[in-house]
């Protein structure tokens, strides 16, 4: 059960757009659309913004989007905002019938 | 309103054991699974386990299978974990959370709890 490989930083402008990846296996990620994705700012828990890839939950704004190609899922920020300052993590379904997770990124909005 | 809350995380010496609670309220507890999540301090997520709404199944990652064992008491509304045998990398705030749909499995957690901290030293 490795985890899901995801870069450790991202960073942009208010404004701007980021794309984080996160790349896992034939066995997790690239057999099972169940990715999600986590906002965790520090001291708190994660929320969920993404799952099964490409869907929101209600009150995520649709700044947030997912997607999903082969063995890599990717989460996108557009118009990027000072509160989106935080870290972020994917999660996906396993063939072992586990979850996990990957190693998270810092997002810093300059 | 929605809410998950965890109790009965502390120190422990390695070798022994303590049992995490989780009790649940603000929706139906039985119509869901839930998952047991852990982040180890300025580390990142670590997912746990899994028991099925109706407690049938159970999964663990491989490094707590054998030594913690997950499970559900749905006429209070509570989840459990059983940790035995703890190590001081079972170190990390334990979370508890809940898998969005009904009486399935897809690992979208989409309520959390605030965590208790379980810190294994001796």
């Known amino acids: 059960q490795s985890a899901l490989t995801q870069p450790p930083s991202v960073s942009g402008s208010p404004g701007q757009s980021v794309t984080i990846s996160c790349t896992g296996t034939?066995?997790?990620?690239?057999?099972?659309?169940?990715v999600s994705w986590y906002q965790q700012p520090p001291g708190v828990a994660p929320k969920l913004m993404i799952y099964e890839v490409t869907n929101r939950p209600s009150g995520v704004p649709d700044r947030f989007s997912g997607s999903k190609s082969g063995n890599t899922a990717s989460l996108t920020i557009s118009g990027l905002q000072a509160e989106d300052e935080a870290d972020y993590y994917c999660?996906?379904?396993?063939?072992?019938?586990?979850?996990?997770f990957g190693g998270g990124t810092k997002l810093a909005v300059l | 309103q929605v809410h998950l809350v965890e109790s009965g995380g502390g120190v422990v010496q390695p070798g022994r054991s303590l049992r995490l609670s989780c009790a649940a309220s603000g929706f139906t507890f039985s119509n869901y699974g839930m998952h047991w999540v852990r982040q180890a301090p300025g580390k990142g997520l670590e997912w746990v386990a899994v028991?099925?709404?109706?407690?049938?199944?159970?999964y663990y990652a491989d490094y707590v299978k054998g030594r913690f064992t997950i499970s559900r008491d749905n006429s209070k509304n509570t989840l459990y974990l059983q940790m035995n045998s703890l190590r001081a990398e079972d170190t990390a705030v334990y979370y508890c959370?809940?898998?969005?749909?009904?009486?399935?499995?897809?690992?979208?957690?989409?309520?959390w709890g605030q965590g208790t901290m379980v810190t294994v030293s001796s």
């Open positions: 028991v099925w709404y109706d407690g049938s199944n159970k």
């Open positions: 999660s996906s379904y396993t063939s072992s019938t586990t979850w996990v």
């Open positions: 959370a809940r898998d969005q749909v009904l009486r399935f499995l897809i690992g979208a957690f989409d309520i």
């Open positions: 034939s066995t997790d990620v690239g057999s099972y659309n169940r």
